[in-house]
Each structure stands twice: as C-alpha cells, then as structure tokens.
Nanobody, 122 residues
Framework: QVQLMESGGGTAHVGGSLRLSCAAS????????VAWFRQASGKEREFVAA???????FYADFAKRRFIIDRDNAKNTGYLQMNSLRPEDTAVYYC????????????????WGQGTQVTVSS
C-alpha cells in the first residue's frame, strides 16, 4: 500500500522560507516521479513542481527561481524548498507520485499525501 506523508508546513513571514518533506512508503521512490501541488481555499489544486526519476525538475512559473524540488532516493523522500514566500503561496501543499513520466495534471496522479498547510503572513 502506497503511503505519502508530507511534513514541514507551518507559518512563515513574507520573504521567509519553509522546507517541505514527502516521506514515501510501500514503494521505491527511485522508480517514480515526485510532484508537489497546492490548493488554496476556494481554488482548484494546481501544479507547483515535479522531479523525474533522472532528477530533472519542472516548475510552475510562479515557482521558478523561488522553489527548489529535490529527492533523496536512499531516504525514499522528496522535498520542496520554498524561498521568498509570498502571501499568495498560502495553501495546503500535497505531494504525489507517478510513473513513468511527470505530469502537470493533478488528475493523472493516483497516490497523494494528506497535505500540509503553509501560511504566509504579511
């Protein structure tokens, strides 16, 4: 049974940083692409970033130059480093896995974590 557990969310000030983690079990993460999505209150879930099995990363425009996605296959864990946070980054952040190719569409992902809340205060 695939399980994904996000952690690292919380409250940050504008311009601050948070590092999210996604611990996977029930699978070998090295065989999957890892993605992060977010969902703000009243809005649809949107793509943030993804990293494929070869370590190549993809970002939404709002995440470029601010967020960094990474993975540690030995720890079966994915990460999202978020810098220069803005109030509009406030959302629940979810990790998801997919094989073999990255997708920017949430509907393509079957396995999700429970989400972690990120709140950016001004």
């Amino acid at each position: 049974q695939v399980q994904l557990m996000e952690s690292g969310g919380g409250t940050a000030h504008v311009g601050g940083s948070l590092r999210l983690s996604c611990a996977a079990s029930g699978l070998s993460l090295e065989n999957y692409a890892v993605a992060w999505f977010r969902q703000a209150s009243g809005k649809e879930r949107e793509f943030v970033a993804a990293i494929n099995r070869n370590g190549f990363s993809f970002y939404a425009d709002f995440a470029k130059r601010r967020f960094i996605i990474d993975r540690d296959n030995a720890k079966n864990t994915g990460y999202l480093q978020m810098n220069s946070l803005r109030p509009e980054d406030t959302a629940v952040y979810y990790c998801a896995v997919i094989s073999p190719f990255v997708s920017r569409q949430a509907t393509d992902y079957a396995d999700w974590g429970q989400g972690t809340q990120v709140t950016v205060s001004s």
